[in-house]
């Protein structure tokens, strides 16, 4: 053995490397720390050139089965044909089966159909345009894979559009099977690159119809708060929430028995209100002049970085609710607010309200709120419970056996009346 190679592997008696053989100073933490950065940056630039591979490939082959007139050319029975000869030549990977063909041909027919392209092209323009810290990680993630998908701009047809590298095909299958327009599809496009959400939150978003509530709730965030923020917080905060998750004991109910009903499923209420809330606790205490107040509902937003205030009322607006709201909202930034956080935003969800009503009251308030409403509670009243209509069903299955065993007597009583009348005719 050389010098060079003995000084690569010194002998040692065999033994197990523990932290504390060797010496750990700061210039090995940053270099280990950096080391991570950069495998962890590999792994994700390996994942979205991979995924854009496949997803260029979807396309095209849905492009091709569109452009070709495959069925007409070859019979209707033809996707079906080129999903066995695809899986015969490769029968250890995912994704030729017929009903995955079928799903490429609409993706294609989905985008490219009508006024699509225009629409395509400024969707992409704005998402990779926006500021905000998300998409300046797409932009980086869509520079590795400018040049796998420029050379679709110059094929017959519509070019691949960068920005779907970014989102996994399942999520592509379920927005063009759910949405009924492009408009509404490039949304949640959009929101899946954004936020990075996975396909059930994906899910969660169009069932609650995101597209249609998302940035229309009455609100005064342009007033108070700057242009990007107020844009994120509109995009956070719906207009109205659906709250069939949670059951009163009566239709007629107040604001603790609605907080009750909604605080026993806080998971299916994190899910309603969307990404990114956190729950920190409902009457949340504030001590201030030596009295005791409470917060209905507090929450924290990773996102927008800042606590959101929400205040419940199972009636409808009334122009006093935005005061009340007013002094939680500037006691939680006096309060919990640190400087590095953003304002602490207002959330009022009523029963119902006038828009003017709220628009005016907002006039001489500084702190950004919004209001909003509900619908969807459920009434343990008006239906029965498991148990009443177990009891129902049994009642129900028991007066058909009674009748069934009545109407068997009436029929021995005719029989043999029958046979009587038969006898004494003879």
């Known amino acids: 053995m050389t010098q060079e190679n003995a000084d690569i592997q010194p002998q040692a008696e065999p033994h197990i490397v523990k932290s504390h053989d060797i010496h750990i100073d700061a210039d090995y933490a940053d270099w280990i720390a950096d080391i991570k950065s950069r495998y962890r940056s590999a792994q994700v630039k390996a994942a979205v050139k991979v995924n854009a591979e496949k997803l260029l490939f979807n396309w095209q082959l849905g492009r091709d089965l569109v ?44 985008y490219a159909d009508g006024d699509a392209e225009e629409k395509l092209q400024r969707a992409v323009g704005e998402l990779q345009s926006s500021v905000n810290q998300a998409v300046i990680k797409l932009q980086q993630s869509v520079g590795e894979i400018q040049h796998l998908v420029s050379k679709t701009n110059n094929e017959i047809g519509m070019a691949f559009p960068q920005p779907f590298a970014l989102v996994p095909w399942g999520h592509h299958v379920d927005i063009i099977t759910k949405c009924k327009s492009i408009d509404e599809a490039l949304f949640y496009v959009g929101k899946t690159i954004e936020q990075g959400l996975s396909r059930n939150s994906l899910a969660n978003c169009i069932k609650a119809n995101l597209y249609e509530h998302q940035g229309k709730i009455v609100n005064n965030f342009s007033n108070h708060l700057p242009a990007l923020q107020s844009k994120l917080v509109q995009e956070v905060l719906k207009e109205n929430y659906d709250f069939g998750f949670a059951t009163v004991e009566h239709e007629i109910y107040d604001e603790a028995e609605l907080e009750e009903a909604l605080t026993k499923n806080v998971t299916d209420l994190l899910l309603e209100l969307g990404t990114g809330f956190a729950f920190l606790g409902r009457q949340k205490e504030l001590v201030v002049g030596g009295r ?27 122009p006093e609710f935005a005061g009340k709201l007013n002094y939680y909202v500037n006691a939680v930034d006096e309060l919990l607010k640190t400087d590095d956080e953003n304002p602490t935003i207002g959330l009022l969800v009523c029963s119902d309200m006038d828009k003017i009503d709220v628009q005016w009251s907002f006039k001489g308030i500084s702190t950004p709120m919004g209001v909003a409403t509900y619908n969807n509670i459920r009434i343990k009243d008006a239906l029965p419970s498991q148990e009443l209509l177990a009891e129902r069903v049994r009642l129900l299955q028991k007066e058909l056996q009674e009748t069934k065993r009545l109407m068997g007597r009436v029929d021995n009583i005719e029989n043999k009346e029958s046979g009587r009348n038969s006898t004494n005719n003879h």
């Open 67 to 110: 452009q070709k007139k495959a069925e007409e050319r070859w019979g209707a029975g033809v996707v079906e044909q080129v999903s066995l000869d695809l899986k015969r030549e490769f029968p250890d990977a995912d994704g030729f089966s017929t009903s995955n063909l079928w799903y490429m041909k609409k993706w294609y027919l989905f």
């Open 292 to 318: 005791s107040r409470k917060i209905d509902l507090l929450f924290y937003h990773i996102r927008l970085r800042c606590y959101i205030v929400c205040e419940l009322k199972a009636k409808p607006f009334e």
